[in-house]
């Protein structure tokens, strides 16, 4: 998994020191965006699937008995699972193949309907330059091509009939993962030979560039520019945003970054092969601010905001909690081979697949009420401060309306260039909105859009709404009711949070990859405050029947049309009762933890 500061490059960011200079926004040619609004997440087209990273071949330590673990991966109702097949496992010298503890993890989940994604590496020490790697265990050098790719080629042939997809190496982007460091020309390398060597054995197979932080771009837009991307199939990606929730950790952010990669380079299925969250102190927050009750809810809000943005498959990290290390759905208990100890969220898990299976989206339905702050029909009032990276004009291309907001920006070094735009006076955030959007036509960048507001202590915290992203008109918005880190306080003075009344002060433009350098034009239209209760439902169906998944982070009273007599309220743990209804009414109180309720439209 990626380091906190890797994770958080889009969510949350590093401070930046302003000093107030003054300027009016300057006017510069651009690009004309095309006229129609498209959207940059697309809304999922198949029923939802929702898989596990499993780890049996590789931390259950007894190849005779791992029906134990498989059985309750199939109660999870999972059928999917993220195998890792360790080359020092399979073959621990180079005149030696040992499939003892592969063919048993396999049988076992394959023998229960499971479809098996079998990951490919790391290294093992003997076919790493590293003098100091233990000869037949693991090692995270970077391995000798030719030795790797005749182990792929080895494992593949044993498993092709049984094993399709493929993904090669586990975030080759990170330090740890890919030593000594993270090597785009060398990993591209690989991945192209190892992917033909893999088709060779078997042209059926499905392959999948080892999960990336879709956060930070870089390394991804290296490995294509290196001619790597049409050798992979499938996207991989790791979008760890723990321990903030999925909301607040603004997750689909995600999606939108890497999508825009795909519409330079070639568009390509995403799947999510790792995301979770810790349950107490872990490697990305020694303070352990995530408890179980947390875990279990985030993990079914997490994998349908996922599934929502169009994400084909999402992988939970992980089945079983790793000492100093509680990811897992079953706590660690007295070791390895201890599966008595189920958290909540193996419930929680349980009950989002047992609903969720064969269902089909319908409609995200919005229970709030957007505000237009500022709908860019002029620019006057915005100044320019502090860095002179760019310029902010007024163009006839607009998402609504006649006209929007140009901004041009050039970053001209590798270091943290930005661009901030000041309103001159600030605009007030009547009431106590949740969140704040903008409608965006990106460059294909993933340059964060961010926003500054002002509160009732004068403090000026800062959020972001996403990475501009590609193309196409499409709205970003971030929740601003929680606690910002140090990093996001632009002028202290306060808790960290919004206190209302407040007002929007800036917009600014961070360039995240701090190696950009480069310009771009992108255009903001109907800058919006986002009103009502923070309330989500996501509307789907089976066989005639419509089923809601409802949840509110602060809680909240929510009513629902419906034409049934009665309707069924299942929640988090499975537990089920009837709900009455009062004139074609649902009523009912929503928390952060996600309830499911079916009933006829």
Same mark, same amino acid.
């Given at each position: ?163 399709? /997809? ?60 290196? =001619? ?218 993933? /340059? ?25 008109? /499409? ?108 004139? =074609? ?17």
């Amino acid at each position: 998994m990626k380091q906190e500061a890797m994770r958080h490059l889009l969510t949350r960011t590093i401070p930046i020191l302003l000093a107030l200079l003054a300027l009016t926004a300057a006017t510069a040619p651009g690009a004309t965006p095309r006229a129609a609004p498209v959207a940059p997440l697309k809304p999922p087209t198949s029923p939802p699937v929702f898989g596990l990273n499993s780890h049996l071949a590789t931390r259950y330590p007894d190849p005779s008995s791992m029906d134990v673990p498989a059985a309750l991966v199939s109660e999870l109702g999972v059928t999917w699972v993220r195998e890792d097949l360790h080359w020092h496992r399979v073959q621990p010298r180079p005149d030696v193949w040992d499939w003892t503890f592969t063919d048993a993890a396999l049988r076992a989940l394959l023998s229960r309907g499971i479809n098996v994604l079998g990951v490919l590496g790391p290294s093992v020490g003997w076919a790493t330059p590293y003098r100091n790697d233990i000869p037949n265990d693991v090692s995270y050098y970077a391995p000798d091509p030719d030795a790797f790719v005749n182990y792929a080629r080895g494992v593949v042939t044993r498993y092709r009939r049984y094993v399709k /997809h493929w993904e090669i190496w586990n975030e080759p982007d990170h330090a740890i993962f890919w030593r000594p460091a993270p090597d785009a020309a060398a990993y591209a390398s690989l991945l192209n030979r190892t992917a033909a060597a893999i088709r060779e054995v078997d042209p059926e197979a499905t392959i999948l560039i080892g999960g990336v932080n879709p956060f930070d771009t870089t390394f991804l837009r290296a490995v294509a520019e290196h =001619g790597a991307w049409n050798s992979f199939d499938i996207l991989a990606i790791h979008p760890y945003v723990n321990p903030y929730a999925p909301e607040n950790g603004n997750l689909t952010a995600a999606v939108i970054g890497v999508r825009a990669l795909g519409q330079q380079f070639g568009e390509k299925p995403i799947w999510v092969t790792e995301v979770g969250w810790a349950s107490g102190p872990s490697d990305r927050d020694s303070a352990g601010r995530a408890d179980e009750q947390s875990q279990a809810n985030h993990l079914p809000r997490a994998m349908l905001m996922l599934w929502e943005a169009g994400v084909e498959r999402v992988f939970w990290y992980t089945f079983k909690d790793d000492p100093g290390n509680p990811y897992g759905l079953i706590r660690l208990g007295r070791g390895r081979t201890d599966y008595s100890a189920r958290k909540p969220a193996f419930e929680s898990f349980r009950t989002l697949n047992q609903h969720l299976a064969d269902t089909t989206y319908v409609e995200r339905r919005d229970l709030f009420e957007q505000r237009v702050l500022v709908d860019f029909e002029n620019v006057q009032g915005w100044r320019r401060v502090s860095q002179p990276n760019g310029a902010l004009r007024l163009s006839n291309d607009a998402y609504r309306g006649s006209s929007s907001a140009e901004l041009n920006y050039t970053f001209s070094t590798r270091q943290n260039d930005y661009v901030a735009f000041e309103r001159e006076p600030p605009l007030p955030l009547e009431g106590e909105p949740y969140a704040i959007g903008a409608w965006v036509y990106g460059d294909g960048s993933t /340059h964060g859009l961010k926003v500054w507001i002002r509160d009732a202590e004068g403090e000026v915290l800062q959020f972001v709404l996403g990475p501009v992203g590609a193309a196409s008109w /499409h709205f970003l918005q971030t929740p601003i009711g929680g606690e910002v880190e140090p990093g996001n306080v632009i002028v202290p003075g306060g808790n960290r949070r919004v206190d209302f009344p407040a007002a929007l002060q800036a917009i600014v433009l961070d360039d995240i990859v701090d190696s950009f350098v480069g310009g771009g034009t992108i255009w903001i239209d109907d800058l919006s405050a986002i009103h009502g209760h923070e309330i989500y439902d996501l509307r789907l169906e089976r066989n005639g029947d419509a089923l809601d998944v409802l949840w509110s982070p602060p809680g909240a009273r929510v009513t629902l049309a419906t034409r049934s007599e009665e309707a069924r309220l299942i929640l988090r743990d499975g537990a089920e009762r009837s709900l009455p209804v009062e004139n =074609g009414r649902l009523r009912l109180t929503v928390g952060p933890e996600p309830i499911y309720v079916w009933h006829r439209r």
